[in-house]
């Protein structure tokens, strides 16, 4: 089963940092790096090192070089991806001594994915493909409808959480995979219990998977409630842990494995980010993983 990916694709400038930054407060950084980054390049290169047939699909800027070679060294099709004028998306990225981190997406031109755009890529693909959405781009709301009237599985990552949400879709969504500050900006509810309840009332015909950090993940999925525990590391970064987690269930998905070994091995290979530096470059193979 093919995979498109129509997602972000950010140059992350990130700051290594003590804590990070209060109101009023000026910081020294103690390094910086830049990393390519955006969710959705984070989620194809995620998909292409579990072994996904994955086709990234998305704009780039002229600064963009250094992301297109990314999504190429690690064998993601990007035939789907159209340059522009102008400055690609950055990020501003701040870590801490605890690996916790901040971001900043700032959208460049990038972002804008015309309509033309959407229904030509969408055109490559048939009914029963998957396609992987975030939330960095500007059109995602169309993506989603077209998709999913021609019959593709849309699977959706709300992340980052802004107001557009609430005009997108979700109905159209066959699979959630969302953190709990995501589960909360879609439900009102703060607890796991309550917004897997909420999403199961509200999108009876999604499946949905809740992230909780340390905590596990939940999922709910035809009717059954399964349970994925977090595998302790020492997080030196978390970013893309969330990407690397969606790369590898999407991928399970795709070639149809049993959920909770598919639960399994994400929950394993975002351990391994979590225990790494930087965005994309963190994430593991399959080969790490079965090793
Ligand atoms: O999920 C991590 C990603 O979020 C970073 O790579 C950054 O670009 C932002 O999109």
Known sequence: MKILNYGSMNIDRVYSVAHTVMPGETILAEGMTVYCGGKGLNQSIAIAKAGG???????????????????????????????VAGASSHTVIQVDGQGQNCIIV????NVRVTDGDIDAVLDGFAAGDMLVLQNELDNTARIMREAAKRGLVPVFNPSPVNQLLAAYPLECVRWFIMNEIEGAAITG?????????????????????????????????????????AFPVKAVDTTAAGDTFTGYLVTGLSQREALPVILERAARASSITVGRKGAADSIPTREELDR
């Open 53 to 83: 047939d994955i086709y990234h699909a998305g704009v780039l800027g002229e600064d963009g070089d250094l992301l297109l070679e990314a999504l190429t060294r690690h064998r993601v099709d990007t035939r789907y991806v159209r340059r």
């Open 106 to 109: 700032c959208p460049g031109e």
């Open 189 to 229: 509810e703060t607890e796991p219990a309550k917004i897997l309840s909420v999403m199961a009332q509200r999108y009876p015909d999604a499946s949905v998977v809740l992230t909780l950090g340390a905590q596990g993940a939940h999922c709910v999925h035809g009717g059954r409630a399964y349970f994925q525990p």
